[in-house]
Structure formats: structure tokens, C-alpha cells
């Protein structure tokens, strides 16, 4: 049967080629694959089929051709988001001006269009020491690998996203930008390095890119382009509430705190209810919540006279000005250390073994103080004389933080809930603790946070409800899996449900227990493995229980079902892809290179997806 009007001859014949030999069940499952494609590619502007209205592309779009051979591609990789909206700004801004623009994520390149870009932006994070975002891993990897093809006819430019308290601050960013220009490339303009702060740098690149391409990727038209895909942001219509963005958050009243810990444990970890009943806030089961906190009043007086300066004192900065103490409570921060801070304070100290550690040689040595210290260490040891000025001006802005949801919107749908652990340490005989969780764990019934939703489209139930799902998590990376266990049990969905859960002891560290063994009676949940590392002489992880159900969990796998990882990214996750590979080849029959392919094949077709931090 031939469908004139979506093919070309040739599109026909591979269509032919690829399914002249596949039995009815090939078909079948085909059929699934390409139906999902189809709505995952629904284009900026059209109605998804929950009826929400899509603002940017996910996917390719492809965008109409002018003739002047200056189509933009806008390529991105995003862990948490923040480059995901870094390239849809550039990719309204190219749209605005009228030029040819499409918008793609990492993972859906097409690598083999590589060859014919002409103008090219990359907008990618850089993710603990030095790693990809999941979703650029293959792009990545094809960039730097042997199949890379040549660039001469390939005008570019990079920005990357990071974070200055780790050595390999946009280290990814920095690794692409050189290849492409290795590989023949014609680098536009410096590749842009963003801390979290990240309007800082983004915006002037930004505009460096837009003035270029104004300039020369539309002078064959006179300035203007062929008319840019509809879709994109929204204007909002009249008496329209205004988008609630991580600039601009909405407070939420907090309906309970608990902590889910046993006495005794050596985490405390709280479960926290928020209300959305009076912001119009809504998420899907995946999305993380995004919290601004403000920091201890402690920590800021400690700062203060660590530092002996004025909290009273006025400060101008960034186009602002604010009074010491409320530009460390509220702006900055004092919690986390960054390479600025470190190299600012070394030379105001006159510290030669502080500034030793900013050599590259000391990479490791460096790493260690960061993960270790805060600000006030630094302070306290290698005192300095500090302005009020220049103070605030080498702190790092003070950043949200994102914490997996764990409900789900079809259960609570006026509600969002979290599992927050806190961080609470000595030092030196005094307190420090995280910022985030100090903060939440401390917030009383009926007080407010400014929080917004933070969209993980790649951490998502499937759409097939029949599909199995296995979901691995330690400590509080089992959030998200309460949220997805109650919305398949709200859908009604028929796959089995799997979960890997990990803590280090079962009396005090067995995170919402009664909730899962109550899953387990209704139906809900299927299976349910545990890994208490500490209640054994050797210890015991959840990579150790995937490799003790090695062949069922290829079965899973094998006959259609999703892999589903959250929790830390130092250890725990490679640690559970390592398990993953050996399963591959203990129970698949897969040599070394064949797990690996095998595994990134799932990673591609979104059946291996890793909400890591």
C-alpha cells in the first residue's frame, strides 16, 4: 500500500526495505514504537493529548529552508533543566528575529545530519565531576569518538552550565567546544561558562550569538527569514495568572513535616506536604519541585563575625542594593564552596597552599576541601580581611534546589509531597548543615515557601500502561517512585511494578514501609527488594540485589520493560549501571561491548532513564 502524501519515493522504499521481513508481532510492537514517536513530536503550539499546549520542541522540528543555507540548529543536554530553558530562549529569540531555527535535544540528533549543519549552538550542563547530562551521553561520546566526521562547512558556537564548587566547572561544555573546533569548525564566539548564576553569562552569549546571526545568517533576505514554526511562548492573554518559573516562583503553605526516620537512625529524613490549591500549580508524576530556601540566621552571624563586618551595611551589587545581612540570608551563598571564592580568599590571605590547590595538579586535593568545607571553614582558618563589597560580590548567588516529587497528581491533586533528608554535621566542634534542608525540615505548619515545578520529561511513566516498570533507588532517590506506583495504580495500569530500595538500616531507614507493604497486598506493587547495607557484617546495596535477580530482571527487561534509577551520582548510580552491564552478559550472552551497546540502546529508545544527583 503506498501513502503518496507523507512519502518520497525513497522514504517509501526503505519503509518497504525495513518491514518486507517482520512477523505480525515486529508489526505490532513497531507500530507502538512509531505511534510514540508521533507524540513525542508533537509540534510547538499544537495540543498534546492531554490537552496542555506545548511551548518549546523536545524533539527535532524541523525548520522551513530559505535557501541561504543558514538553518540554526540549537542542540541541548539538560540534567535539571536550566539548559533546556537556556536553548529555548535562544530558539524564541532565533524565531522572533525571523530566522530558520529548530531546537533538539541531545539524545534525538540525529548524528548523521552532523555532516551538513551549517550553524550550529550547543547549550549543555556539566554534571558532578565532569560527566554529561543523560540525555547528551551519545552525542557526546559520537563527538569525541573516530566517526566524528569533518567540520570545515560548520560555524558554531557552545554554552555551558555548570558548577563552581566542583573542579570541573563545565568541563563538558569545555570538551566540545574544542572538538568541534578540531574537527574543522569555525568557533563564532568564546564558549560561555555559566556557575549557577547563570543569566550572568548566558544573556551577554546570547546576545553575542543573536547579533551574529542578524548580522550574517539573514543577510540573504534582507534581514528577515523565512517565516519561523508557529509555537513557542505564549503571550499570556488578559486576566491570565502569569507562568511560575524558577525566576519567577509562587509560594506554597507547607500541610505537614514528619520525619520518616526511626529514632536512632543516623539520617533524619522528613516528609513534607505542600498545598497547590491556591497557586494553580500542576506536575506529573517525574517532575521535580523547585525550592528557593534562605539561610540560617546562625550561619549568616557566625559569617558576620568571622568577618567583622557591619550587617547593617549597605551594599550595591549586580544593579541592587541591600544591607549586608540580607544579601547572605537571602542571595547568596554559604553553604557551598566555588573555585572564585577559594582563589579570591587564597589572595587576600596570602595563602601560597590555598592557592596551591587551584593547580591542576591538586585537582583532588581540591575536590576534597570543597566537599568537605563550607564558607566559614574557609573563613575561620585562613583568616583575611574582607569589604562588605567584595564579599558579596565573590559569593556565589544562592541558588533553588530541586527535590524529586513523590506524589502523584492523579492521588493529590492539589498537593505536592517530598522526602527531604537533612544535612547536619560538625565541624570542628561547630554545626553546619545544608541550606535547603535546614530550611525545610525546620518550616512549621502554615508557613510558605517560594517554590515552581521543574518538568523531567525524560523521567516519565510510559504510555503504554501494560509496560513493566523496575525502578532502583537508595535513601531518598525512592521518592519518585511512590509518585509513579500511585498514579499507575490511579490509571489503572496493568504492567508490573518492580522496586530496589536501599537504606542502611531496616528498623529506622525503611522509608514509607507501610505504604509499600500495603502496595504490595492491593496489587500495586509487584515485587519489592530490599538492601540494607548496615544490618549485615558485609554490606549489601541495591546493585548486589539487582545482580541476586540478575536473570529475572533480564526477562523484564528483555520482554519490554523500563529501567528506572534516582538517587545519588557518585555512587550509587554507576554502581547500578555496572550491575546492569554484568546482567547483560551473565544472563543476555553478551560480551563486553554488546552490554554497553545494549544499554545505550535502552538509554536511546528512553527505556534506561537515571534521575540522578
Not at 119 to 144: N, R
Amino acid at each position: 500500500m503506498r501513502a503518496a502524501s507523507f512519502f518520497s519515493d525513497d522514504q517509501q522504499q526503505q519503509i518497504t526495505t525495513l518491514t518486507e521481513h517482520l512477523d505480525t508481532q515486529a508489526l505490532l510492537w513497531l507500530s507502538g514504537y512509531l505511534a510514540g514517536l508521533a507524540r513525542n513530536r508533537t509540534l510547538p503550539g499544537q495540543a498534546s493529548a492531554t490537552g496542555a499546549r506545548i511551548q518549546a520542541p523536545a524533539q527535532p522540528v524541523s525548520a522551513p529552508q530559505d535557501g541561504s543555507g543558514h538553518r540554526i540548529t540549537v542542540i541541548y543536554g539538560s540534567q535539571t533543566g536550566n539548559a533546556k530553558r537556556q536553548a529555548e530562549a535562544l530558539w524564541e529569540a532565533c524565531q522572533e528575529a525571523g530566522a530558520p531555527v529548530r531546537l533538539v535535544r541531545a539524545d534525538q540528533y540525529p548524528t548523521r545530519e552532523l555532516k551538513d549543519e551549517t550553524l550550529l549552538y550547543v547549550v549543555i550542563s556539566t554534571q558532578g565531576e565532569g560527566d554529561p547530562p543523560d540525555d547528551a551521553i551519545g552525542f557526546v561520546e559520537f563527538l569525541k569518538g573516530r566517526r566524528a566526521p569533518r567540520l570545515q562547512q560548520l560555524k558554531f558556537a557552545v554554552l555551558g552550565l555548570g558548577d563552581s564548587s566542583y573542579p570541573e566547572f563545565c568541563g563538558i561544555a569545555q570538551q566540545l567546544d574544542a572538538r568541534l573546533a578540531e574537527l574543522g569548525a569555525e568557533r563564532l564566539q568564546a564558549a560561555g561558562m555559566a556557575d549557577v548564576d547563570i543569566e550572568t553569562v548566558a544573556a551577554p552569549w546570547r546576545q553575542a550569538a543573536l547579533a551574529w546571526i542578524r548580522q550574517h545568517a539573514l543577510a540573504d533576505t534582507g534581514g528577515a527569514g523565512a517565516p519561523a514554526p508557529t509555537g513557542g511562548a505564549q503571550a499570556p492573554s488578559p486576566g491570565q495568572a502569569r507562568a511560575v518559573t524558577r525566576e519567577q516562583p509562587i509560594p506554597a503553605e507547607l500541610l505537614a513535616n514528619q520525619r520518616i526516620t526511626g529514632r536512632g537512625s543516623e539520617k533524619a529524613i522528613h516528609h513534607l506536604e505542600l498545598s497547590l490549591a491556591e497557586n494553580g500549580l500542576s506536575y506529573q508524576a517525574g517532575d521535580a519541585l523547585g525550592v528557593w530556601p534562605v539561610q540560617d540566621d546562625a550561619l549568616v552571624e557566625r559569617i558576620l563575625e568571622a568577618t567583622g563586618l557591619d550587617p547593617a551595611q549597605t551594599v550595591p551589587c549586580q544593579g541592587e542594593e541591600r544591607p549586608l545581612g540580607e544579601w547572605l540570608k537571602m542571595r547568596r551563598e554559604l553553604t557551598v564552596l566555588t573555585r572564585p571564592f577559594i582563589a579570591a580568599h587564597a589572595e587576600r590571605a596570602g595563602h601560597a597552599g590555598l592557592a596551591g590547590l587551584l593547580q591542576a595538579e591538586s585537582r583532588h586535593e581540591l575536590a576534597a576541601l570543597m566537599s568537605e568545607n563550607q564558607v566559614l571553614d574557609i573563613l575561620q582558618r585562613y583568616p583575611a580581611p574582607w569589604s562588605a563589597c567584595d564579599l558579596v560580590s565573590s559569593l556565589r548567588v544562592l541558588a533553588p534546589r530541586l527535590y524529586s516529587i513523590a506524589s502523584s497528581p492523579s492521588l493529590y491533586e492539589d498537593e505536592v509531597h517530598l522526602a527531604v533528608a537533612s544535612v547536619a554535621y560538625e565541624r570542628d566542634g561547630q554545626p553546619r548543615w545544608g541550606v535547603a534542608s535546614r530550611h525545610l525540615c525546620s518550616l512549621a505548619e502554615g508557613d510558605t515557601l517560594p517554590v515552581y515545578i521543574e518538568a523531567n520529561e525524560r523521567f516519565r511513566l510510559p504510555d503504554d500502561g501494560r509496560c513493566d516498570i523496575l525502578m532502583i533507588g537508595a535513601g531518598t532517590g525512592v521518592a519518585p517512585f511512590r509518585a509513579f506506583v500511585q498514579e499507575r495504580q490511579a490509571r489503572g495500569d496493568a504492567g508490573r511494578n518492580w522496586l530496589f530500595f536501599g537504606n542502611p538500616h531496616f528498623q529506622t531507614d525503611f522509608l514509607y514501609q507501610t505504604e509499600w507493604q500495603q502496595a504490595l497486598k492491593q496489587g500495586s506493587l509487584h515485587r519489592i527488594d530490599l538492601a540494607f547495607s548496615r544490618d549485615q557484617a558485609d554490606k549489601i546495596y541495591v546493585q548486589h540485589r539487582l545482580l541476586e535477580q540478575g536473570a529475572e530482571v533480564y526477562k523484564w527487561i528483555e520482554s519490554g520493560g523500563r529501567v528506572y534509577v534516582c538517587g545519588d551520582a557518585a555512587r550509587m548510580a554507576p554502581d547500578v549501571q555496572q550491575a546492569l552491564l554484568q546482567i547483560a552478559q551473565r544472563h543476555g550472552g553478551l560480551g563486553e561491548e554488546a552490554a554497553r551497546s545494549w544499554l545505550e540502546t535502552l538509554a536511546s529508545q528512553g527505556r534506561y532513564v537515571r534521575d540522578v544527583y
